[in-house]
């Protein structure tokens, strides 16, 4: 618990429940466990206007209601305001006189008034959501020199006398989180607090908002106290008679940063009133959220190609200067006078008005300030809305210390942005197998009726961290795995033994099948088999058996895979210096094929073609002196023109290989030929691996659009014109059928496709990938490659895909227990029937997910049950099959299912099943499909699990608060909604990649990280605290990262110190760092280590090399990095997160009338 946050004195509902046997962790991010009552009593809003509102009782500070666990988040905006944290619509208060919600973690708050989507009658409040709030928003590294004293845990208000009756029952919306439109307060200096040089305290009115004393300090076994989302609006109060202030205060400025922030609460103000105008604005520059920006569009999308050719970034972009990045604005209205500000008070009391405003409810005494007139109205502080860090930030310090015990049915994971152990006691580790919901409902209507897809995201053959044992081989002799006789689900720790152990019964399927003699075992006292801990199956969630000759094609062993590279020497391949790089490295690469653990040598065979409009195979048999060249020239019908010596060991043929790769480059020096072909050459592959009778991969390095005379030739079709027509779903379709055809061919011979392209123009990946996409191959591409910039990608990409773990001839079955099925399966693959994912490769960064339909009720005591099961070729030959086990909880109440989602593996399955639809629907159809879903799952909520409370309050489930800012970081990704420079190859690569990304991957890729890097400590070996993806967040003063998977952005502001710019670049000033750099200059000095070992530490987290872009402030790269800030509104037309989730309440509150 931080310093910042008062701990929660509601009941300790965390305590180990029934059916949490000894599961000591509160549950997971403060849902409400079964059993506990929710309150009878809805958000409080204040009283109705006339009645006079009560004063509260000396020394009593009403709003600390008692929350009870795992509260929704309530958010409140509305445009008529009152009191700065009072906004909406106002009701009658309960009779026990209980108090306004008070605002929690108060942050900076305030934004001009605008908003896309008009925000109705959203009034504040959000009802405090349980989720513990470790510390301020970590948008916010204190500055030396600016860090407040710590708050200390002791109660620095007692309480005198008891509250009245009734505020115990009052519901959690009630201690909630107000999120209003805050009333005139100024926008937030960027990169507030924890963030760059500009942290200056915030800038609103006082804010004394602590409330220690009512507080029981957080344990382990109480739930987490509620996070109140009203992070940021000013609260003010004035000191009860008999009641200190606190203490707490901050500078009154950040040294050497002008001017003050206008209200920290330190003394009378020496700024005039401000009527609660809006600010003027510091200087010219871009508008704030919310505001349309007149000028170039956005620049390229997710994966950047990079720069091209000086065309393709059309006309200068004239890169507005940032607006807020200059210090802190000016103030919109005096600080009240007296009262100390307290940095991130959870919950505060009533706030009292504040000068220049009208009282906070009419009636109420003004306790001494005069009314002035009413401020204008306020769109919603991003401040105070819920913060994708601040959830990171406290999933991290509740969950990241102890291990992840799997024992448990139905347990939720921490988040994939914690780092934590797994350990496997009977269920499959969160890295194999995530869910939507760890507690699905018990009937079809149910399910129906919320709207919350059931899906799992399954990553078969995932890498573990060194920490954690890989699955056990297991096995079992000629008799081969024990199953089930009637649904041939595979022995696991679910199945039951009965009859003294001779006999078991299905947990999928109830059916009872005789345990094989050789497989008895005694039960003990328990029912347990004796041998219950020596076997793997019995005892784990993951293992691996080794699969018997009847698993295997043709009933007959295979043999060890074999890959193939075909490289493209056509004109612009070789002029490029492709064809001389790809030579070169291949000659080391070859030495780090995949093999299995114990092996000398890997047991992979490699073979070697070239082509451009015919093909070029090489026969590199030991025994020959030089390699023999064949042409095929009849593309038509493609052949492979030799058999021996085309498959080849690299050990025995070293030499032969060698001389070859030294040869292709000068062969091919002075070719014109421009024109490809690209059907036959996979072709080529998928004869040369039938003939070798093994599976395989091809690896094609490709660089044109394949317009020669031959099958699967293409035409150029792009036209950007189908954009935002019922005809855009044809840019993300293949052009011809062949390739589906062609695909089908190879998942049959296990032949998978890895493609990197290269293309200086359009290309067609939505043709080209369709047959790496059914064989479960991975695509990569770079856009005008150059060789100074891009080759260390391209090579890094290459090194890790010829090394990494495949698993060859895969076909994965997914079984359910009775009343739930595989319905629907999402990914890179090929089915022949409905049961069956087949996939000629599986490496293990791909996922496929699986969503499951009702076909029966389940019920709450037997819950229900996922086996996962692969069968594949390793890429020694050995036939084997993975097992994953995942046991899973039933309801028959919405609150279970809604407290025991996973935000993350929701968007991960949206986006997934959003990528697909736009194959045969228009894009607007799709996005509408996806807000309108949300909508439900949130009304749902709203109707049966939250307490009653205005129409006017949106109120989120404590683990779906992030949903609407993660749906709209969807709707704004270049598939749905493009900017005018992003391509259709580009939108048909994301396309697909996306399919087959695991949860970490689209967390990231769709809310990128954005890391202060001036604020990282060059002494330790932690990140700098992440902040959130807006512009405002930004300081000129400092250098941040921004990393989404694909791209590492470097950003430095104009005013950055020049020993920065030293440090870091090399030169002397802002105007002397280069853009082309691909990668950062290797210095000796702290900081430059620093920058570098944290680009090192992110890159090896991802499945793909990043491409590393510096963007100076104001330079016309800026646009493109801008794309990525995805809470602000995008320049293709992207609502900011304020704006959606304004639109969202809509939304929800028209489904709810």
């Known amino acids: 618990m931080s310093v910042n946050q008062q701990a929660h004195a509601g009941p300790p509902y965390g305590q180990p429940q029934p059916g949490y046997q000894g599961y000591q962790q ?50 409140n905006s509305d445009t008529s305001s009152l009191a700065p944290n009072f906004i909406g619509s106002l009701r009658a208060p309960p009779t026990s006189g209980a108090p306004p919600p008070a605002s929690g973690a108060s942050l900076p708050s305030g934004h001009l008034a605008y908003s896309q989507f008009g925000h109705g009658d959203v009034q504040n409040g959000i ?23 710590p708050v200390s845990q002791t109660s620095t208000f007692q309480q005198y006398g008891p509250p009245p009756a009734g505020v115990q029952q009052l519901s959690n919306h009630m201690a909630g989180m107000t999120l209003g439109s805050a009333t005139a307060a100024a926008p937030p200096p960027a990169g507030l607090g924890y963030g760059p040089p500009t942290s200056v305290p915030p800038v609103s009115g006082s804010f004394s908002a602590t409330a220690s004393g009512l507080y029981t300090p957080y344990t382990a076994s109480q739930g987490p106290p509620p996070t109140s989302v009203s992070q940021g609006l000013p609260l003010a109060q004035p000191p009860f008679p008999g009641q200190p202030v606190s203490t707490q205060r901050l500078p009154a400025q950040v040294p050497g940063f002008a001017p003050p922030p206008s209200s920290t609460g330190i003394g009378p103000s020496s700024y005039p009133p401000a009527t609660g105008a809006p600010r003027p604005p510091t200087m010219p520059g871009p508008p704030l959220p919310g505001q349309t920006v007149a000028g170039p569009p956005a ?3 997710n994966h950047v190609s990079s720069p091209p050719p000086p065309s393709a970034m059309s006309g200068p972009h004239p890169a507005p200067p940032v607006s807020g990045l200059h210090g802190p604005p000016p103030p919109t209205h005096p600080p009240q006078p007296g009262y100390q500000m307290q940095q991130n008070g959870s919950f505060g009391q009533v706030r009292g008005p504040q000068p220049n405003y009208g009282g906070a409810y009419p009636g109420t005494p003004n306790y001494g300030s005069q009314p002035g007139p009413p401020p204008p109205p306020k769109r919603l502080d991003p401040d105070s809305i819920p913060s994708p860090i601040q959830v990171i930030e406290d999933d991290r310090s509740n969950r990241g210390s102890e291990p992840f015990v799997t024992g448990v049915r139905g347990q939720v994971p921490p988040l994939v942005t914690t780092n934590f152990l797994v350990r496997d006691q009977g269920n499959a580790s969160p890295r194999y197998i995530r869910c939507t919901s760890y507690n699905i409902p018990c009937t079809s209507d149910m399910a129906k009726q919320s709207q919350v897809p059931l899906a799992a995201v399954i990553k078969p053959l995932a890498t573990l961290p060194p920490e954690e044992t890989l699955p056990y081989l297991v096995d079992h002799g000629e008799s081969g795995p024990v199953r089930c006789n009637r649904c041939k689900a595979y022995m696991c720790p679910f199945m039951q033994f009965i009859e003294g152990g001779r006999r078991f019964q299905c947990c999928f399927c109830s059916c009872v099948t005789e345990v094989p003699p050789h497989y008895f075992q005694h039960l003990d006292h328990t029912g347990k088999r004796v041998d219950f801990y020596d076997r793997p199956e019995l005892s784990l969630g993951s293992y ?18 074999a890959f193939i590279f075909m490289i493209d020497v056509s004109y612009n391949a070789v002029k490029s210096g492709l064809v001389r790089l790809i030579c070169e490295e291949l000659k080391s690469l070859l030495d780090y094929l995949p093999r299995e653990g114990n092996m000398e040598e890997s047991a992979i065979r490699v073979g070697f073609v070239t082509y451009n409009k015919v093909l070029h195979f090489y026969n590199v048999k030991s025994s020959l002196a030089q390699p023999q060249m064949m042409v095929v020239s009849d593309v038509a019908d493609m052949f492979v023109p030799l058999l021996d010596g085309f498959l080849v060991n690299v050990n025995e043929s070293r030499t032969v290989i060698a001389s070859l790769l030294d ?3 000068e062969m091919f020096a002075d070719t014109r030929e421009t024109e490809t072909v690209f059907a036959p050459v996979i072709q080529a592959g998928l004869e040369a691996l039938k003939a070798a009778e093994c599976a395989g991969k091809l690896f094609i390095f490709h660089t044109s659009l394949p317009i020669a005379e031959a099958p699967g030739k293409l035409k150029n079709r792009d036209d950007k014109k189908l954009i935002n027509t019922d005809k855009e779903k044809t840019l993300f379709q293949p052009q011809t059928s062949f390739y589906n055809n062609l695909a089908k061919d190879c998942v049959a011979q296990g032949c998978c496709v890895d493609l990197f392209l290269f293309p200086n123009q359009y290309l067609d990946v939505a043709t080209l990938g369709v047959v790496t996409h059914q064989t479960g191959g991975s695509i990569y591409k770079y856009a005008y490659f150059q060789l100074e910039t891009d080759q260390d990608r391209f090579l890094n990409d290459l090194r890790r895909d010829v090394q990494k773990e495949v698993g060859f001839d895969a076909v994965m079955r997914v079984r359910t227990s009775t009343g739930i099925r595989a319905t629907d ?14 996939m000629a490769g599986l490496d293990c960064d791909k996922t496929i997910t699986v969503e499951f339909k009702h076909d029966d009720k389940l019920s709450e005591d037997s819950g229900a049950l996922l086996q996962c099961a692969l069968l594949y070729t390793s890429c020694a030959g050995q036939r084997r099959l993975r097992i994953h086990n995942l046991s899973l909880n039933c309801c028959t109440q919405l609150a279970d299912l809604y407290r025991n989602c996973e935000t993350d593996t929701l968007i991960n399955y949206l986006a997934k099943y959003a990528y697909r639809g736009v194959l045969s629907s228009p894009v607007k159809t799709v996005r509408d499909a996806l807000i309108n879903q949300c909508a439900q799952i949130l009304a749902c909520y709203r109707k049966n699990c939250a307490s009653p409370s205005s129409a006017g309050q949106l109120i989120l489930p404590e683990c779906m608060k992030l949903l609407p800012v993660y749906l709209n970081c969807v709707l704004k990704s270049d598939v749905l909604q493009p900017g005018l420079e992003v391509t259709t190859d580009d939108r048909a690569y994301i396309r697909q990649l996306v399919t087959s990304m695991d949860v970490a991957e689209t967390n990231v890729f769709f809310y990128p990280r954005l890391l202060p890097l001036t604020k990282a400590d060059v002494d330790s070996d932690s990140l700098p605290a992440a902040i959130r993806n807006s512009e405002e967040r930004l300081s000129k003063g400092d250098i941040y990262l921004l990393e989404n998977g694909l791209n590492i952005f470097v950003w430095v502001g104009v005013n950055v110190q020049q020993g920065l710019i030293q440090n870091l670049f090399g030169v002397s000033s802002f105007s002397q760092i280069s853009n082309a750099l691909s990668t950062l200059p290797v210095l000796e000095n702290p900081f430059s280590k620093k920058v570098r070992s944290i680009i090192d530490m992110l890159q090896v987290q991802r499945s ?4 590393l872009i510096i963007v100076k402030q104001e330079d016309k790269l800026e646009m493109l990095f801008k794309h990525f800030l995805v809470e602000d509104k995008s320049l293709s037309g992207g609502a900011s997160y304020v704006d959606f989730l304004c639109h969202m309440h809509k939304e929800i509150r028209q489904l709810l009338s």
């Open 26 to 75: 509160p549950a997971y991010g403060g849902q409400p466990l079964p059993g506990v009552p929710q309150s009878q009593y809805g958000a409080y809003n204040g009283p109705m206007p006339g009645y006079q509102q009560p004063v509260p009782p000396q020394g009593y500070f009403p709003s600390l209601g008692f929350p009870s666990k795992g509260s929704p988040v309530s958010l």
């Open 127 to 149: 009802p405090a959501s349980a989720a513990p709030m470790q510390r301020p928003p970590a948008s916010q590294p204190f500055l030396p020199g600016s860090a407040p004293t």
């Open 1104 to 1107: 793909r090399y990043m491409k």
């Open 544 to 561: 691996e058996f080794l699969a018997t000759v009847d698993y295997c094609k043709n009933n007959k062993f295979p043999s060890p895979p």
């Open 663 to 665: 040869q292709i480059p």
């Open 299 to 301: 620049s390229q999308p």
């Open 825 to 838: 399966f999402f990914g890179a693959f090929y089915m022949s029937n409905t049961t069956d994912v087949e």
